[in-house]
């Protein structure tokens, strides 16, 4: 059985798999656009980070930062590192982590959640999964801006 929970970013195997990230990152997009965290940065207080393990094994990983909400509006989020190894792929864990990310952010009464992903056909995938789960295209948020090599999502909670 899989199980999502709370995790050291810096922890050996979750460090493999973060270092794997940013230089797929790197190697899709131009180094002005990528927006992925290193272990230490996801370490940071308004971050709360999971794995998915089977028996132990890293499946998958994936983050919740808090961010500054405009005046007036509720509490938002953003999701970071959403990864898979490659052996987990297909497996319905993304689908789980982020699910479980999901659960959390309405735990917590936030009122919506945004992402940046890439809009390189590499990234097609990753936009996929979350039109599945009622994400949809946004105007940049939190400092970040328009950018063609970036596609900016949000979900209402």
């Not at 990864?83 to 789980?96: E, H, I, Q």
């Amino acid at each position: 059985m899989i199980h999502v929970e709370p995790d050291d970013p810096a922890r050996a195997d979750v460090h493999r798999l973060l270092s794997e990230h940013l230089a797929d990152m790197f190697a899709t997009s131009p180094a002005e656009s990528v927006h992925a965290l290193d272990h230490s940065a996801l370490s940071a207080p308004s971050i709360t980070f999971w794995t998915a393990r089977e028996d132990g094994a890293l499946l998958g990983c994936g983050a919740l930062k808090l961010i500054d909400s405009p005046p007036g509006s509720g509490k938002q989020g953003e999701i970071k590192s959403m990864r898979t190894t490659a052996s987990a792929r297909g497996r319905g864990v993304a689908t789980l982590v982020l699910n479980h990310i999901l659960d959390e952010a309405r735990r917590r009464n936030y009122e919506r959640i945004f992402l940046e992903t890439g809009a390189e056909d590499y990234f097609a995938p990753a936009r996929r999964l979350y039109v599945r789960n009622g994400f949809a295209e946004c105007p940049p948020f939190a400092g970040y801006t328009l950018d063609p090599h970036s596609v900016f999502m949000e979900l209402r909670l």
